[in-house]
């Protein structure tokens, strides 16, 4: 919901800075790979039960995600960088839940594995309908330039960043947590399917 108003904030600055990367012989690819190994250490820091600490590479991790695309516009952007971003975003949203769920198993396992079916149901309701974006021709730049196309929801990406936030700084909060930001993941899916259908009921 909030990813439109927010890239009209944030891509000036990261345009530079991506430029900056691009002219020191930084590619986009090697940005989003550093980015999915500072997730996944954040992810290991609160599976070790320090959610707290676990920001510092959360957060970096995300701004290396704005920053390959940067990186990318100011070079050359490829089919496989978009793949390779969208598949790393992916690893990232589910390990960090799945952190919450190692450290304390028998408190957060039955919330964490509703999380993580809402993001399994929501992904795909993202992807199919991106899919048969491509094969309508439609474009968008609402979320900035994307190699996928990018339709809006209740919960995006903005919104999933705070929430985690939220998680590492109230860490005992989980399990109500998970519970209500999954059943507006399930809404948010539900109405991009209800989305696919109006616009594409009468496309073959």
Known sequence: MLDAAMRKLIDPPLNRLGARLARAGIGADTVTLAGL?????????IA???P???LVPLLASRLADGLDGAVARATQKTDFGGYLDITADFLFYGAVPMGFVW???GMNGAAGAFLLTSFYVNGASFLGYAILAERAGMQTTARGAKSLYFTG??????????????LCLWPGGFVPLAWGFGALCFITAASRVLLARQVFRGTS
């Open 48 to 50: 070790l039960g320090a």
């Open 37 to 45: 190994a500072l997730g996944l250490l954040a992810a290991a820091v």
């Open 52 to 54: 707290g600490l676990a």
């Open 153 to 166: 929801g209740l919960l995006e990406g903005t919104e999933t960043i705070a929430f985690f936030v939220i």
């Open 103 to 105: 450290l304390d198993p």
